[in-house]
């Protein structure tokens, strides 16, 4: 994807986004709600065509705006799946999945064996003959998944694949998936607004906002160095606070002298915002420059335990392994090592401004 726009009227959804994706790479768009990322696989599917920009494929070019060439969507060698479980209600799970053979006119012998392959891979085997209405949700995406999987594209589209399924189904389905990628090493550009599942599939993970990348890299870098604080924000740091830069690597806020993480030019006594995740603290004795607060509430995760704490009027959400105490209890605070960033934005996060 070299130099992409998309401008529909007066909205512009995408201003300008650059991109490569290797072959068996899982890449992953992530953003919020109408930052572009539909529009992006649109354009990869030849469904939809960019206002400007390039769009190359194994060498070949199947957009390029200058030249006004497309390649239409059934010449790529991709498929696409949807949010909603498009499959058809009128086919047995084993036609519905047969149906890219038969589009691409695969005999007939050949085409049994590679349907019960790509219904093995998503474990659905012994559901051949059934239909659709006779199935569960999970259950019908995982047979357009097998759908999509069954002519061995050399891309595969995912559109928030999983949004529709439960908590739980959604993280056995989110480790299906990479199996299979893995397995059958498949090459996938994948769309969702959940953190937790970019984090845990994909080899790279490009953050958008607003029509753009904002940052791109492994899900370890994005989640450690978040390069603004729109990033920041939406890989879900959830503690920002007004500060100021006191000296190299150190800022001071609420209060305290704290060591920092500078993006940006700040000047030293300008003004900058400090962002630290929920788990970057850590419990500490009384002093020194260790935060001092009141539990306000206590609330357990399972693995985890969330707290909310009023610091001199600022509220700190902190998780840690261990419950800290109860509301109304005092408790002493922290900073994991690299744990907090400070971005020379101000504090509503508006990049540039
Ligand atoms: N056909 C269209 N006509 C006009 N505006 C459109 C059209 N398609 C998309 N848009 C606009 O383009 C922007 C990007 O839309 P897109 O569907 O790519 O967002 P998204 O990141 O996929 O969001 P979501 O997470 O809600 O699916 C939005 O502002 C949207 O309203
Ligand atoms: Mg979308």
Redesign the pocket.
């Known amino acids: 994807m070299d130099g992409l726009e998309k401008y529909?009227?007066p909205?512009a959804?995408l201003t300008g986004v650059s991109f490569t994706i290797g072959t068996g790479e899982f890449v992953t768009l992530l953003?919020p709600?109408?930052?572009?990322?539909?529009?992006i696989l649109r354009i990869v599917a030849g469904i939809e065509e960019p206002s400007r920009g390039a769009v190359t494929a194994g060498g070949e070019v199947v957009n390029d705006t200058e030249a006004g060439r497309m390649t239409p969507p059934e010449t790529r060698d991709l498929s696409m799946v949807f949010q909603s479980y498009a499959v058809w209600p009128h086919m047995t799970v084993a036609k519905n999945v047969a149906f890219p053979l038969r589009y691409r006119k695969v005999p007939r012998r050949e085409r049994a064996a590679m349907v019960d392959d790509a219904l093995r891979a998503v474990r659905m085997d012994g559901f051949a003959d059934r239909y659709p209405h006779q199935l569960s949700g999970g259950q019908q995406q995982r047979v357009a998944i097998a759908r999509s999987i069954v002519a061995r594209p050399g891309l595969l589209l995912l559109d928030?694949p999983l949004s529709n399924l439960d908590a739980r189904l959604r993280e056995d389905m989110r480790i299906e998936l990479k199996r299979l990628q893995l397995e059958l090493g498949l090459t996938m550009l994948y769309?969702t607004?959940d953190q937790a599942e970019a984090l845990a599939m994909s080899d790279r993970i490009l953050v958008m906002d607003h029509g753009r990348v904002l940052q791109e890299g492994t899900p370890e870098e994005v989640y450690r160095g978040p390069e603004s604080l729109a990033a920041a924000r939406f890989l879900g740091v959830k503690n920002t606070f007004g500060g100021t830069l006191a000296g190299p690597g150190t800022v001071e806020v609420l209060g305290r002298k704290l060591p920092a993480r500078v993006v940006g030019e700040a000047a030293t006594g300008g003004p900058v915002t400090v962002a630290i995740r929920p788990d970057g603290f850590v419990p500490a004795s009384p002093g020194g420059s260790a935060i001092a607060g009141e539990i306000r509430l206590t609330e357990f995760l399972g693995q985890a335990y969330d707290h909310e704490i009023d610091v001199d009027g600022v509220t700190l959400i902190v998780r840690t392994a261990e419950r800290l105490g109860d509301r109304g209890d005092a408790v002493t605070l922290g900073l994991a090592p690299s744990a907090a960033v400070a971005f020379a934005e101000p504090p509503e996060g508006e990049p540039g401004g």
């Open positions: 529909f009227g909205v959804a953003g709600s109408g930052c572009g990322k539909s529009t928030e769309v607004h």
